[in-house]
Protein backbone atom coordinates (compact mmCIF):
# COMPACT_ATOMS: atom_id res chain seq x y z
CA UNK A 1 0.00 0.00 0.00
CA UNK A 2 3.13 2.55 0.64
CA UNK A 3 4.41 1.57 -2.48
CA UNK A 4 1.39 2.41 -4.65
CA UNK A 5 0.93 5.77 -3.05
CA UNK A 6 4.02 6.67 -3.37
CA UNK A 7 4.07 5.64 -7.20
CA UNK A 8 0.73 7.01 -7.46
CA UNK A 9 2.44 10.29 -6.38
CA UNK A 10 5.47 9.93 -8.71
CA UNK A 11 3.18 9.72 -11.24
CA UNK A 12 0.69 13.08 -10.81
CA UNK A 13 3.77 15.32 -9.98
CA UNK A 14 5.25 13.89 -13.56
CA UNK A 15 1.75 14.85 -14.87
CA UNK A 16 1.81 18.63 -13.17
CA UNK A 17 5.23 19.20 -14.26
CA UNK A 18 4.88 18.40 -18.14
CA UNK A 19 1.77 20.74 -18.36
CA UNK A 20 2.52 23.53 -19.94
CA UNK A 21 -0.75 26.15 -20.24
CA UNK A 22 -2.24 27.49 -23.64
CA UNK A 23 -0.48 30.83 -22.88
CA UNK A 24 2.98 29.08 -22.92
CA UNK A 25 2.29 28.22 -27.09
CA UNK A 26 0.81 31.33 -27.77
CA UNK A 27 4.40 33.24 -27.30
CA UNK A 28 5.95 33.54 -30.89
CA UNK A 29 9.97 32.88 -30.92
CA UNK A 30 12.33 34.95 -33.40
CA UNK A 31 12.04 32.27 -36.04
CA UNK A 32 8.88 31.52 -36.69
CA UNK A 33 6.49 33.27 -39.31
CA UNK A 34 2.82 34.11 -38.45
CA UNK A 35 -0.33 34.77 -39.82
CA UNK A 36 -3.97 35.74 -39.65
CA UNK A 37 -6.15 32.85 -41.50
CA UNK A 38 -8.42 34.93 -43.46
CA UNK A 39 -11.23 32.36 -43.61
CA UNK A 40 -11.09 31.86 -39.89
CA UNK A 41 -12.41 35.65 -39.07
CA UNK A 42 -16.27 35.06 -38.31
CA UNK A 43 -17.80 38.20 -36.27
CA UNK A 44 -20.46 37.02 -33.43
CA UNK A 45 -21.89 39.57 -31.81
CA UNK A 46 -19.93 42.32 -30.41
CA UNK A 47 -16.79 39.44 -30.68
CA UNK A 48 -14.91 38.42 -33.55
CA UNK A 49 -13.13 35.01 -33.88
CA UNK A 50 -9.79 34.38 -35.25
CA UNK A 51 -6.96 32.10 -35.85
CA UNK A 52 -3.30 32.50 -36.36
CA UNK A 53 -1.21 29.99 -37.84
CA UNK A 54 2.58 29.85 -36.17
CA UNK A 55 5.47 28.30 -38.44
CA UNK A 56 8.98 27.32 -37.19
CA UNK A 57 11.04 28.34 -40.09
CA UNK A 58 13.79 25.54 -39.31
CA UNK A 59 14.85 24.32 -42.44
CA UNK A 60 15.24 20.88 -40.16
CA UNK A 61 11.55 19.68 -39.82
CA UNK A 62 12.70 16.35 -37.33
CA UNK A 63 10.72 15.01 -34.75
CA UNK A 64 12.79 17.29 -32.55
CA UNK A 65 11.63 20.10 -33.32
CA UNK A 66 8.24 21.96 -33.07
CA UNK A 67 5.56 21.56 -35.86
CA UNK A 68 2.86 24.07 -36.76
CA UNK A 69 0.24 25.78 -34.16
CA UNK A 70 -2.72 27.31 -34.71
CA UNK A 71 -3.98 29.79 -32.05
CA UNK A 72 -7.61 30.87 -31.79
CA UNK A 73 -8.28 34.08 -30.43
CA UNK A 74 -11.35 36.11 -29.74
CA UNK A 75 -11.06 40.37 -30.40
CA UNK A 76 -12.99 42.75 -29.30
CA UNK A 77 -12.83 45.08 -32.38
CA UNK A 78 -14.41 48.33 -29.98
CA UNK A 79 -11.96 48.78 -27.69
CA UNK A 80 -9.11 46.46 -29.36
CA UNK A 81 -8.16 43.89 -26.59
CA UNK A 82 -8.07 40.17 -27.17
CA UNK A 83 -8.31 36.64 -25.55
CA UNK A 84 -6.79 33.61 -26.03
CA UNK A 85 -9.45 30.50 -26.62
CA UNK A 86 -7.45 27.63 -27.87
CA UNK A 87 -4.21 26.21 -29.30
CA UNK A 88 -4.12 23.27 -31.89
CA UNK A 89 -0.70 21.20 -32.37
CA UNK A 90 0.45 19.90 -35.05
CA UNK A 91 3.69 17.63 -36.00
CA UNK A 92 5.28 18.16 -39.85
CA UNK A 93 2.70 15.67 -41.22
CA UNK A 94 0.02 17.45 -40.43
CA UNK A 95 -1.50 15.26 -37.68
CA UNK A 96 -3.04 16.76 -34.54
CA UNK A 97 -0.74 16.33 -31.93
CA UNK A 98 -2.62 17.90 -29.09
CA UNK A 99 -5.86 20.41 -28.75
CA UNK A 100 -6.07 22.91 -25.19
CA UNK A 101 -9.38 24.55 -25.21
CA UNK A 102 -9.15 27.61 -22.65
CA UNK A 103 -12.52 27.78 -20.58
CA UNK A 104 -14.98 31.09 -20.52
CA UNK A 105 -13.14 33.30 -17.99
CA UNK A 106 -9.95 31.51 -18.18
CA UNK A 107 -8.20 33.97 -20.25
CA UNK A 108 -8.53 37.96 -19.64
CA UNK A 109 -8.75 40.45 -22.79
CA UNK A 110 -5.71 42.24 -23.18
CA UNK A 111 -4.52 45.62 -24.91
CA UNK A 112 -1.75 44.23 -26.98
CA UNK A 113 1.66 45.99 -26.47
CA UNK A 114 2.61 48.42 -29.47
CA UNK A 115 3.95 47.25 -32.34
CA UNK A 116 3.56 43.46 -30.95
CA UNK A 117 2.54 40.40 -33.68
CA UNK A 118 -1.31 41.19 -31.53
CA UNK A 119 -1.36 44.41 -32.76
CA UNK A 120 -1.03 43.62 -36.00
CA UNK A 121 -3.56 40.85 -35.85
CA UNK A 122 -6.39 42.85 -34.08
CA UNK A 123 -5.62 45.85 -36.57
CA UNK A 124 -6.12 43.07 -39.87
CA UNK A 125 -9.16 41.59 -38.29
CA UNK A 126 -10.82 44.83 -37.39
CA UNK A 127 -10.24 46.79 -40.03
Known amino acids: MKHTISVLGFL ?9 PPEFYAKIGKDEAHGVE ?11 R ?4 ITPQDSKNTNTTPGP ?5 VVNCSDGN ?5 VELYD ?8 MV ?4 GSSFQSPQKHSPQEKWVTEVCN
Open 12 to 20: ISCCLWAYE
Open 38 to 48: KNSIRNEGIFT
Open 50 to 53: VTVR
Open 69 to 73: RLLKF
Open 82 to 86: IALSG
Open 92 to 99: YSGRLLKL
Open 102 to 105: VPPG
